[in-house]
Nanobody
Framework: QEQLVESGGGLVQPGGSLRLSCAAS????????MLWFRQVQGKEREPVAG????????GYKGFIDGRFTISRDNAKNTVYLQMTNLKPEDTAVYFC?????????WGKGTLVTVSS
């Protein structure tokens, strides 16, 4: 059964950094389009970054300022989202997603809170 489990969220001060992890099981992450989304409370879920099978990075409007970087460790079957210079407006639940044979699956998300 295909599954995604996010981790690495937590409380961080403005200007700080976090690295989120998305551990995939039941399928090979590098064979599929992997995406990070986030959902701010009261708003729609929005894409943050993607990594396709060719290891090309997909950037999304609002997230191409270099603060968010997606990467993958094939040996660990894990995708990461490195976030730097975090701002209070980055507070959200961050979700990992995979497109597998045209079907999108989701993890349960990890909460990131940016606050002093």
């Amino acid at each position: 059964q295909e599954q995604l489990v996010e981790s690495g969220g937590g409380l961080v001060q403005p200007g700080g950094s976090l690295r989120l992890s998305c551990a995939a099981s039941g399928f090979t992450a590098s064979d599929n389009l992997m995406l990070w989304f986030r959902q701010v409370q009261g708003k729609e879920r929005e894409p943050v970054a993607g990594l396709d099978r060719m290891n090309s990075v997909l950037g999304y409007k609002g997230f191409i300022d270099g603060r968010f970087t997606i990467s993958r460790d094939n040996a660990k079957n894990t995708v990461y989202l490195q976030m730097t210079n975090l701002k209070p407006e980055d507070t959200a639940v961050y979700f990992c997603s995979a497109n597998i044979r045209g079907i999108r699956i989701w993890g349960k998300g990890t909460l990131v809170t940016v606050s002093s």
